[in-house]
């Protein structure tokens, strides 16, 4: 386990312990490196910073949209390709494409097909539905993020439901249609029940990854969260003051917080899902 160790000791705890000192100290490093101790201030600065309310507020909105819409979505799918469909596996492999594509790759293509006069504005204005500046309208900067990333996520989400499908007993359901009961009852208390290990598993492992949305953000708004703060990610806002502002410890403290939010909103999802009777 030594091999192990030393790679976790010298780039996880170390890298937080490092995290956590800085957060409490103002840290200079244009010319002679310097840190000062200010006490718990980076982390009051916080209270009265609107941007970092701001980034909060959309990475919330993020999270709620996209959370629930990738593993519903993810489910579907899995319950289509784990039918009797014909090319059913060719679907499985076009579905997963997105998943193994670049992320940075992803973001640079839906930023063409969100041109003002790109791909899909083009199908809109065909249909004689209204176009969108999808791009630099702060009031769907968001939502086009979204759209990506649920698009490009959910197929992984499906692979890992479609193997917990593929483990539930088919005695189970030959039992269930012998006794009568219907698609729909079969999916409620048979399907649901046996996945709701692994929906919880999807659930934590989306709602970490989307409190970290960082790269398309970046890429769609050059770095600045724009337009108007509307893609500014907690994420984004750390990297702005680390490596624009060069204010190590307030971004230190931001990165922990941001981390406290993420535990906190696990632990509440294991008292929900209730984990300790999954078992």
Not at 192 to 205: A, D, E, N, S
Request: hydrophobic fraction near 55%.
């Amino acid at each position: 386990m030594a091999p192990t160790m030393i790679v976790m000791g010298v780039f996880t705890i170390l890298p937080i312990a490092y995290a956590i000192f800085l957060s409490f100290h103002k840290v200079r490093i244009l010319g002679e490196f310097n840190l000062r101790f200010i006490g718990a201030k980076n982390f009051w600065r916080m209270l009265a910073d609107e941007r970092v309310w701001i980034a909060l507020q959309n990475t919330f909105e993020y999270v709620i949209i996209v959370v629930p819409t990738q593993t519903i979505l993810a489910l579907g799918l899995a319950l289509i390709l784990n039918s009797s469909i014909r090319g059913r596996h060719w679907f499985r492999i076009i579905f997963f494409l997105p998943t193994v594509t670049a992320s940075a790759v992803l973001t640079l293509i839906f930023m063409w097909i969100y041109n003002s006069n790109g791909l899909l504005n083009n199908i809109l204005a065909g249909l004689g539905l209204p176009t969108y500046n999808w791009i630099g309208d702060p009031s769907v900067a968001l939502k086009s993020i979204m759209i990506m990333n649920i698009w490009s996520t959910a197929p992984l989400y499906m692979i890992v439901y479609l193997a917990a499908l593929q483990d539930i007993p088919k005695s189970l359901y030959e039992a269930a249609k012998i006794d009568g009961a219907s698609a729909l009852d079969q999916f409620f208390n048979i399907t649901l029940p046996f996945l709701k290990p692994v929906t919880f598993f999807i659930v934590v492992i989306g709602i970490i990854g989307t409190f970290q949305l960082f790269d398309q953000s970046y890429i769609f708004s050059a770095g600045s969260g724009g337009p108007n703060n509307s893609t500014l990610t907690v994420v984004l806002l750390i990297y702005q003051y680390a490596f624009k502002s060069l204010d190590m410890g307030y971004a230190a403290a931001l990165a922990l917080m941001l981390a406290a939010v993420i535990m906190l909103v696990t632990v509440l999802q294991r008292t929900i899902f209730k984990e300790e009777k999954l078992h």
